[in-house]
């Protein structure tokens, strides 16, 4: 049974109020499209944690920062639907830009603190972005659990944020990054990458785990970090923007992995941006 695609605020609010009746419990998987595993593993755990799943499909252009990023953006919507339907999520919603920022839409939701620094530093606006269409499809859809993936480290934390700070009656489930056998970690953009530069992105997930191991032992953040940028970039990424040690709880910047701990990286490979993150546990006293 193919799932069922709803393109209008009107049509998913009488379907909501339908199982809002029936006593569901309801759960959101927010995306952009272009679906693969990582995706479809959130939506097996929102599935596994309420009785009826709205996956979002929705290429948000308040997040990008260049007309060609969001122009080169794939758009799948058959296939993504193709591979909902067998999982058994109960709803694609899918408006068009119109639904989500009608004429004359003039608001903005920021988010200070966990937004800066980091991919906010280096992509104005787009978390600005994130937050504003979040906060919407979290009203929209009503749904009690939303669930997030911990590769969008940082987005992970301003979404919680700003659902915590608007009171939006909503928890926010994070989960696992999903990794390739190699290890690179899914994203829409990887089906971007060349064949050489698929072949050399794994790498930049085991510099982090060199990294972390180091970390793990009680060396200072400042040379492990140089390190890895220089592995990184010898490896064939044609620039780092970051690699940083962060407070897993605030993400406040660490000199050392003394509590628990993420290492996240941003990265260029060809005209590829790749995100990841790896945990780093506190290393003994």
Known sequence: MSVPIVRTLAELRAIVAAWRREGAKIAVVPTMGALHEGHLSLVRAALA???????????????????????AYPRTE??????????GAHML????????????????VSVAGVSEGL???????HFDGVATVVAKLFLQTQADLAF?????????HVVTRMA???????????????READGLAMSSRNVRLSAQDRATAPKLVHALR??????????????????AIKEIEAA???RVEYLELRADADLAPLARADSPARLLVAAWLGDVRLIDNVEVTAAPR
Do not use: H, W
């Open 49 to 71: 944690q309420a009785d009826r799943v709205i996956v979002t499909l929705f290429v948000n252009p308040k997040q990008f920062n260049s007309a060609a990023d969001l122009a």
């Open 78 to 87: 058959d296939s993504d639907a193709a591979k909902l339907s067998p999982l």
């Open 93 to 108: 919603y899918a408006p068009n830009a119109e639904e989500i920022y009608p004429d004359g839409f003039a608001t903005n």
């Open 119 to 125: 991919c906010g530093a280096f992509r104005p606006g």
């Open 148 to 156: 997030f993936g911990e590769k969008d480290f940082q987005q992970l």
């Open 164 to 178: 915590k700070d608007l009171d939006i009656p909503i928890a926010i489930v994070p989960c696992a990054t999903v």
């Open 210 to 227: 060199a990294a972390a191991a180091r970390l793990k032992s009680g060396e200072a953040a400042a040379p492990v970090l140089r390190d």
């Open 236 to 238: 064939g990424f044609a």
